[in-house]
């Protein structure tokens, strides 16, 4: 096992590594930013390494700076948690050839599934459906309004290297693709570092269906069950709970199933997530595959009992898997709602401050994932999330209660948050009988 990790990471995201580690009785290393310097994943680490002033390009998404600083505190191991270096193959090689372990699947495969639409084409010769849509990208010259009449409006129009929802255009006639190309190309450019997109069949008011995948350096391969990821705003994921709503017995089988063989096709090792949209009609379609530590990863550790981060660390110490061939089995119902310091009301615009009062909920049942305190500044620079909020009870009907229970309960002043939009969400009534899709509160 590892005597010394580098959390590659900042906020809620290195607090909860951190504490994998202790209790794994690892040393943990924290790297921050100026801006970052009284947060509280730096006073939970063992050491700490400033890398750089606030900007992310100066400070985390510098390289040199964070893979010295795992080298001067001599780490063993480097966990990038999610965002940041956390799917960047380059890094992960880098990496191995300075000796150091990345926690995360190796750098061929995060290369191999970086690129949304090389993925596509990978699962579809493995057996694991696709949205229907264009093989690879669009070259130059090529005249996407064939693509229209092979499979019909409306489409979407997604960047390859994408995520977060953006490079994401959905387009009605010929010259909305045509210009949604354009738009596309600029957009994913100017946040990827990459132009390529692809076209796909626009699924109306799908589910947003996910499984969670451990993997071992022996050729085990599990999943710890599905979580229905369907309340997004702007494509970005608001709420999430496990097991899925009126998912059958066999639905649920063939997903997993479909999951298990989609990391095997590609050598996958270390914990991962496949990402399907299942439609009206019951068939469902691979997106992509999440090469890290998902942000909603507590709902499967609540309902199943594994740490999936402490799992992720026995994985590349080189452990095997405990479980064979089969998932461990999951009881009751979690949700997660993500607290974030955005006005919901104002087109989820960034609220950046100090926080001057914060009361978490608790009691029975209740998590709160969270960096944040009484007094701590929210920097304009970073991922605006504060918290999670997660409930888990034998069943939906009583985890619902108690996550209205939760949000009733949590306080915070100082910064705009999404408090009330999760409010909403949770008395709405489509949302209660677990009958939405990914359109319904978009």
């Known amino acids: 096992m590892f005597k010394k990790i580098l959390v590659a990471n900042r906020g809620e995201a290195a607090v909860r590594i951190i504490r994998a580690c202790h209790e794994l009785n690892i040393e943990a290393v924290a790297i921050y930013s100026e801006a970052d310097a009284d947060s509280l994943h730096v006073k939970l680490a063992d050491e700490a390494v400033c890398v750089g002033p606030p900007p992310t390009k100066d400070s985390y998404l510098n390289m040199p700076n964070v893979i010295g600083a795992a080298m001067i505190t001599r780490c063993d191991a480097v966990h990038p948690g999610w965002g940041f270096f956390a799917e960047n193959a380059d890094f992960a090689e880098v990496c191995e050839q300075v000796g150091l372990v990345f926690i995360g699947p190796p750098a061929n495969v995060i290369e191999q599934l970086g690129n949304k639409a090389r993925a596509r084409r990978i699962m579809d010769e493995a057996g694991v459906p696709v949205v229907p849509g264009t093989r690879g990208t669009i070259k130059a010259g090529m005249d996407v309004t064939k693509v229209a009449r092979k499979f019909d409006y409306p489409l979407m129009v997604k960047a390859a290297a994408g995520g977060g929802g953006k490079g994401i255009r959905i387009c009605h006639n010929d010259d909305e693709l045509i210009r949604g190309v354009q738009l596309a190309q600029a957009e994913a450019k100017a946040s990827f570092g990459s132009p390529e997109v692809y076209i796909e069949k626009f699924i109306p008011e799908p589910r947003h269906i996910e499984v969670q995948i451990l993997a071992d350096k022996y050729g085990r391969v599990i ?23 009126r ?42 595959m999440n090469t890290r530590l998902q942000v909603e990863h507590p709902v499967t550790e609540m309902t199943t009992g594994v740490d999936i981060c402490k799992e992720q660390i026995r994985i590349a110490a080189g452990e095997e898997l405990r479980w064979q061939r089969h998932a461990p089995p999951a009881h009751g119902h979690a949700i997660e709602c993500r607290l974030d310091a955005r006005d919901p009301d104002n087109d989820w615009a ?33 991922d605006p999330l504060l918290a999670k909020i997660i409930a888990y009870a034998s069943n939906r009907e009583e985890c619902v209660a108690r996550m209205q229970r939760a949000l009733e309960e949590l306080q915070i002043e100082g910064v705009t948050t999404s408090l009330s939009f999760l409010r ?8 209660r009988q677990g009958n939405y899709t990914q359109a319904t509160f978009d």
């Open 350 to 382: 960034p609220s950046p401050g100090r926080i001057t009062h914060f009361v978490p909920p608790g009691g029975p049942g209740i998590r709160v994932d969270t960096h944040i305190y009484a007094g701590c500044e929210v920097p304009p620079y970073y």
């Open 223 to 245: 999943h710890l069950w599905e979580r229905d990821c369907s309340v997004q705003v702007g494509h970005q994921k608001r709420i999430e709970e496990t097991p899925a709503t």
């Open 247 to 288: 998912l059958s017995k066999s639905l649920r089988a063939e997903i997993t199933a479909k999951a298990v063989q989609a990391a095997r096709a590609v050598g996958y090792v270390n914990a991962g997530t496949v990402e399907f949209l299942l439609d009206a009609d019951g068939h469902f379609y691979f997106i992509e």
């Open 424 to 431: 909403r969400v949770l008395g709405n009534a489509f949302f």
